[in-house]
Structures are given as C-alpha cells and as structure tokens.
C-alpha cells in the first residue's frame, strides 16, 4: 500500500522558516520523482517543487524560488522542503504527491503569522 504521511507544519513568524517532511512507503521511492505542492481556501492546489528521483535535479514555483529548497534521502525514503524567510501568503496546507502513482499525503498545514 502506497503512504505518504506529512510533518513538520505549524506557526511560524514572518521571516521564519520551517522544514517539512515526507516519509514515503509502498514503492520504490528511490525510483521516483517527488513534487511538494499546497492549498490554500478557493484556490488550485499550487505545485511548489518537485525533484527529481536521485536528487540531481529540482524545479520550483516563482514564488518560492531563492526561499525553499526540496531535498530527498533515498535511503531513508523521505523528502523535505526546507523553507526560509516565510510570508503570510506561504500560509497553506503542504502535500506531497509522487506524479507517477498520483498519490497524496495528508498534507501538513503552515501558518505564518505575527
């Protein structure tokens, strides 16, 4: 059974940072491309970052270019999304998704605020 379980959120001042985790089972992860994606109230669910199955190779959303950074260990079979100098507008629930399977976590939810 393919899980994905999200961690790390909660409340954080502006400016702040926060790191989520992703603990992956059920496939072969190391195998696989891994995105971080969040949702906030009457908007699309935004894709964040995504990166690719040894690590070699990220991609993120203009809006957090130079703030988060996406990193995997295949060996523990997880992936962060370490994120810095945090804005109100950072405020959502954060999931992560293998694109391959379509499956998501739970998701994890970040709340900046003063």
């Known amino acids: 059974q393919v899980q994905l379980v999200e961690s790390g959120g909660g409340l954080v001042q502006p400016g702040g940072s926060l790191r989520l985790s992703c603990a992956a089972s059920?496939?072969?992860?190391?195998?696989?491309?891994m995105t971080w994606y969040r949702e906030t109230p009457g908007k699309e669910r935004e894709l964040v970052a995504s990166?690719?199955?040894?690590?070699?190779?990220?991609n993120y959303a203009e809006s957090v270019k130079g703030r988060f950074t996406i990193s995997r260990v295949n060996a523990k079979n997880t992936v962060y999304l370490q994120m810095n100098s945090l804005k109100l507008e950072d405020t959502a629930v954060y999931y992560c998704?293998?694109?391959?399977?379509?499956?998501w976590g739970q998701g994890t939810q970040v709340t900046v605020s003063s």
């Open positions: 990166i690719t199955p040894t690590g070699g190779g990220s």
């Open positions: 998704k293998v694109p391959l399977l379509g499956v």
């Open positions: 059920g496939f072969t992860f190391s195998s696989a491309r």
